[in-house]
C-alpha cells in the first residue's frame, strides 16, 4: 500500500473505545484495517444500488420443495439463465429446500429477480447478497 492517505476525524471517545475493542475481538490487526474495511463495504453497498451497476451476488432462499413450487421455480431461473449463473440445492428436510444462486448482472435486473423469487408462493424466506469487482 504506497499511495496510503492519512486523515484525522472527530470521533466520540466512547464510540473509539467500543469501537477499538469490537475491531480487536473481530481479529483485526489495527483501527486503520477495520476502517479500512468499513469503508470499502460502504463505497461497494453504496455502488451495488446505483442502477445500471455490474453486480455478483447470491440469493439464498429456503423453500417448501411441493412440486408445483419446485416446477415454477425451475422455470423462472432457467428463464433468466444470463443472470443465474450457477445453483446449488440442498434438500434439508423432506420438506424443505434450500438454495443458492449465484448471480452476475446490472444490479437493476439482479434485485428483481430476487424480489420475484421472495415473492413466490412457497418460498418462505431469502436474502440477496451484493457485491462489485
Ligand atoms: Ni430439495
Given amino acids: ?15 473509539v473505545d467500543e469501537f477499538d475493542i469490537v475491531a480487536e475481538e473481530s481479529g483485526y490487526a489495527n483501527r ?10 460502504f463505497v461497494i453497498e453504496k455502488k451495488t444500488q446505483q442502477k445500471g451497476m455490474d453486480v455478483v451476488g447470491s440469493f439464498t432462499m429456503i423453500y417448501n420443495h411441493r412440486k408445483r413450487i ?6 423462472y431461473q432457467h428463464k433468466h439463465n444470463e443472470e443465474i449463473i450457477s445453483t446449488l440445492h440442498i434438500h434439508l ?5 434450500l438454495e ?4 452476475r448482472g446490472k444490479s437493476e435486473n439482479i434485485k428483481k429477480i430476487a424480489d420475484s423469487l421472495l415473492a413466490q408462493k412457497g418460498v418462505m424466506n431469502g436474502k440477496l447478497v ?3 469487482i
Avoid: H, P, Q, W
Wanted: proline residues 0%.
Fill in 1 to 15: 500500500m504506497s499511495n496510503l492517505y492519512r486523515f484525522g476525524i472527530a470521533v466520540d471517545r466512547e464510540l
Fill in 32 to 41: 486503520s484495517e477495520a476502517i479500512r474495511d468499513i469503508m470499502r463495504n
Fill in 70 to 75: 419446485s416446477d415454477k421455480l425451475t422455470e
Fill in 93 to 97: 428436510t423432506e420438506e424443505c429446500c
Fill in 100 to 103: 443458492i444462486l449465484a448471480l
Fill in 130 to 132: 451484493l457485491t462489485a
